[in-house]
């Protein structure tokens, strides 16, 4: 009897795997783009997720730098694990819920705030356009995916800054729900005032990004990213300095970041909408924060910084916007550079300038906030109505001098805290023709004692 001896199975190729690919997943340039968006939305879900955690602790080592002590140093190497100690403490707490509350809607109310901050950044462009050929090993050949072009983002959308806005205000949602389903007095107060300030502060939020539409001429934000870099035009920010401005300190009126944060000011109300909430209920209002401040850093990143783009000039001597999987890693990393360097900027204004009265909050929205964005979206349309379109940052130079001047013109709010004179005080002292007279040489001057 003769021993048959099995033949080793043959290596498979990459090229025999294209049989085993259904033939409902043909390669066409939809499917490939919608394959594209579901990995760089599981990408950038866990990126950002990771950023928050890590941003919290950029945040108190900022802090701690500002203020001249050390900061977080203990857990881990250089304190990087402190994150995690942090996760912990929040899974590890008691979850506990108030009597009285309406536990239905107290549960719901995190969820409610969580969801639009997770889906908002779902438009964002991330990278430009990967040549699908340029796949290393072969991979190209191999799917049949030669020749097509997909996008670097979660979603491509052509209303995309429609989206985003609107995504972007549910968030009030939560807040309010929240700060209503708590039965706590100090937490109603923290949604009334987040209600109202994210309704006022979206009003010069949309009128400062039609500036950039105009000028752009598009809602897509491959388009706006395009109007900035290959020499048709310099970044939004150097064009429209002053819708800058007023679109970053409406981001940070939308986060509820210092000194906009009058719906969680600890001097008042303890702290907030979210003074009932405990453990993972409370850290996901904490989350969603960071979560809307590292959306609206990118936000603002795609309108005013060029995208990926590194000639604010707007030159030819720039990333260019279609290429393979390197310039894609290239264009990444820049684009999470100026979403870093923006959320540390924020970071640093709460630690720079003190928060807000409410009165003052509102009036900074209505008689300054949106009139000058109105001024501005006017300046805009009648530049680009005229041609204008590579002098469109002497209309920003305009909107200034219009506000300056024109200003202290406009009927003004009465100061409803205006000072009383009280006897015997150094700062509002009662002094003659006041109805009360002090003779006492302390009421009637300013000086210290």
Not at 118 to 143: H, K, Y
Not at 228 to 235: I, L, P, R, S, V
Not at 387 to 416: D, E, T
Not at 420 to 443: N, T, W, Y
Request: glycine share 10%.
């Amino acid at each position: 009897m003769h021993r048959v001896i099995p033949r080793m199975p043959t290596p498979m190729s990459l090229n025999d795997l294209s049989q085993f690919i259904p033939s409902w997943v043909a390669p066409t340039p939809a499917f490939c783009q919608f394959v594209t968006g579901v990995v760089v939305i599981v990408i950038m879900l866990h990126v950002i997720l990771g950023g928050c955690a890590y941003g919290i602790m950029l945040e108190r080592k900022l802090s701690s730098w500002m203020q001249d002590r050390v900061g977080p140093n203990r857990v881990g190497p250089f304190g990087l694990l402190q994150p995690i100690a942090d996760g912990l403490k929040f899974i590890m707490k008691e979850e506990f819920t108030p009597r009285g509350v309406d536990k239905a809607l107290f549960m719901l109310a995190p969820t409610l705030i969580m969801i639009p901050a997770m889906v908002g950044f779902a438009i964002i462009p991330w990278g430009g356009i990967l040549e699908l050929s340029q796949l290393p090993f072969g991979l190209a050949n191999t799917l049949g995916v030669e020749g097509i072009t997909v996008k670097f983002a979660g979603a491509v959308v052509n209303v995309g800054m429609v989206y985003l806005l609107a995504v972007a205000s549910l968030g009030v949602y939560g807040v309010a729900l929240g700060g209503w389903a708590s039965n706590s007095k100090f937490s109603f107060f923290g949604g009334l005032r987040a209600g109202a300030q994210m309704i006022s502060y979206e009003i010069p939020m949309g009128l400062s990004l039609l500036c950039v539409v105009l000028t752009a001429g598009t809602l897509e934000p491959y388009g706006i990213i395009a109007a900035q870099t290959g020499g048709h035009g310099a970044w939004m920010i150097l064009q429209h300095p002053v819708a800058a401005i007023i679109f970053y300190s409406c981001m940070l009126a939308e986060s509820n970041r210092a000194p906009f944060d009058m719906a969680e000011a600890e001097s008042e109300l303890v702290g907030g909408y979210h003074t009932e909430y405990s453990s993972m209920r409370f850290a996901m209002f904490f989350l969603a924060e960071y979560f809307h401040m590292i959306t609206g850093a990118a936000f603002f990143s795609l309108l005013f910084l060029g995208g990926w783009s590194l000639n604010p000039l707007g030159g030819t001597l720039d990333l260019p916007l279609q290429g393979g999987p390197l310039l894609i890693l290239a264009q990444w990393a820049v684009m999470l550079g100026k979403v870093t360097a923006m959320v540390a900027f924020a970071m640093a204004i709460r630690w720079t300038l003190p928060r807000f009265r409410f009165d003052q909050l509102m009036r900074l929205a209505w008689e300054g906030m949106i009139p000058t964005s109105l001024v501005m979206l006017l300046i805009t349309a009648a530049f680009q109505y005229m041609g204008w379109n590579h002098f469109i940052w002497i209309g920003s130079l305009l909107c200034i001098a219009i506000v300056y001047f024109v200003g202290p013109m406009l009927p003004k709010q009465v100061n409803p805290n205006h000072r009383i004179g009280m006897l015997g005080s150094r700062f509002s002292p009662v002094i003659e023709g006041d109805g009360l007279v002090s003779k006492h040489p302390v009421a009637a001057s300013d000086t210290a004692i």
